[in-house]
């Protein structure tokens, strides 16, 4: 999550961007319980498994040796919003934002904060305190069951978020959570930062750290924590009498962060991520994210296949042989997978991969329910695709996954030319991703 600032007048982001601790927890020990669950059972709840393509938005990509080529439907009805790939906040590359309007509960005092990232790989709304400044003082800040105020340390791949929950209504499009907890970044002192729970990396406190003004966390998971998070020895929350002294509490899941797809009145069961094809590299592209799934006439699940996932969105397949565990994530600013036959770039890029030419590659994805697909893809050169420092939407970005090696992280460039369906797994359904 934290940038490497490199020379370049676009920037890449060096490691995985936005990989929520609970999922790595979820990789190691069977998905440490965790919110919205995994009932195992239940089918997934809409849509079908054929991978063959929708006339109206064009092939979907799942297991096609066609390069995806889906155009994302028009942000105008009241549950989308429009999503941007371009110099966002803080100009870095392959960053998906939208805007999020969040006000005071029951009130019409409220903000409208751009360039909030799109996350498919973590759950909730954070957003930055200096991007949020105009509402966050009118934002009441939740108390721990000991009086206390209520703080989370949320820990990703590169750093961690430290800040007090928060209760807001969130507005995104036409669509509205009322009343719901979400985080605060940078609005305590690094001081109260808890030595022995936030040890991962450096305090992301600042838009400019997190490379956008909030984070919006739309993966298939109703909270950011669910279980694990009801005890104290494995919470990410904390109590902090006066804002200072903070102390690991345990946090009934209703009062967790939560994901605010769910707390929509009616299309809450779900999201699809549209954007557009890029061949290489482009300026800027504009897409849609678009809520529920099957719930109108805009969203209904064609032309993708399902794969049901854990409770926290994690798939299996192969690479190259090897069994790896997939996720798909948008917070992740390029592929990132281990692949020693590809070339390291020097100098500034030595996290991505740059092969002296673009290089075909495939991995298969299986989920639970037993349905396996194969995923083609390009790596390009990475010093290449940022080399004009003008483009920001860049296809075949790929990088090493560094101590995770059985890992395979199918971040932003996956997106390019999809749609890309994320189901909750809430109301009984099992959560599942469809491409």
């Known amino acids: 999550m934290r940038p490497t600032i490199f020379s370049s007048n676009v920037p890449l982001r060096s490691g995985l961007f936005r990989w929520l601790a609970v999922l790595s927890v979820s990789i190691l020990l069977a998905a440490c319980g965790g919110g919205g669950g995994d009932s195992g059972s239940s089918s997934v709840s809409s849509g079908s498994s054929s991978s063959s393509s929708s006339g109206s938005s064009g092939s979907s990509g799942g ?23 371009g110099p966002g906040a803080q100009n870095f590359v392959n960053i998906p934002n939208v805007s999020v309007t969040v006000c005071a509960p029951g009130t019409s005092n409220c903000q409208t904060i751009n360039n909030i990232q799109v996350d498919t790989g973590s759950y909730g709304l954070r957003l930055a305190s200096d991007a949020a400044a105009q509402i966050i003082g009118s934002l009441p800040v939740a108390q721990s069951t000991s009086s206390g105020q209520l703080a989370e340390c949320t820990q990703f791949a590169d750093g961690f978020t430290w800040g007090t929950v928060r209760t807001a209504d969130v507005k995104i499009g036409g669509e509205i959570a009322s009343g719901i907890p979400i985080q605060v970044v940078g609005d305590l002192p690094d001081s109260t930062v808890p030595l022995n729970g936030c040890i991962n990396g450096s305090n992301e406190s600042t838009s400019r750290q997190l490379g956008a003004n909030g984070i919006l966390g739309v993966g298939v998971a109703a909270t950011d924590c669910g279980v694990a998070c009801t005890n104290a020895g494995t919470s990410n929350y904390y109590s902090c009498p006066s804002g200072t002294n903070c102390s690991a509490i345990g946090v009934p899941v209703a009062q967790q962060v939560v994901n605010p797809v769910t707390k929509f009145a009616v299309d809450n069961n779900g999201v699809i991520v549209q954007l557009p094809p890029v061949a290489t590299s482009a300026a800027s592209v504009t897409g849609t994210l678009v809520f529920g799934i099957g719930t109108q006439s805009n969203n209904t699940l064609t032309g993708a296949t399902s794969y049901r996932s854990t409770s926290f969105g994690n798939l299996t397949g192969t690479y190259k042989g090897s069994a790896v565990t997939t996720i798909v994530d948008s917070g992740s600013n390029g592929l990132f997978f281990t692949d020693s036959s590809l070339p390291a770039c020097t100098s500034t890029f030595t996290d991505f991969y740059c092969p002296a030419n673009a290089t075909a590659l495939s991995a298969t994805v299986t989920g639970l329910n037993g349905v396996t697909g194969t995923v083609n893809f390009t790596v390009e050169n ?30 932003l460039p996956f997106f390019f030319g999809r749609y890309v369906y994320f189901g909750f797994g809430t109301n009984g359904n099992s959560p599942y991703v469809a491409f």
């Open 382 to 411: 990475a010093q290449t695709l940022a080399a004009s420092g003008t483009s920001y939407a860049l296809n075949g970005l790929a990088g090493s996954i560094g101590s995770f090696p059985t890992l395979f992280d199918f971040g």
């Open 63 to 85: 297991g096609s040796s066609s390069t995806p080529s889906a155009q994302p439907i028009a942000s105008t009805a009241s549950n989308t919003v429009p999503i941007t790939v």
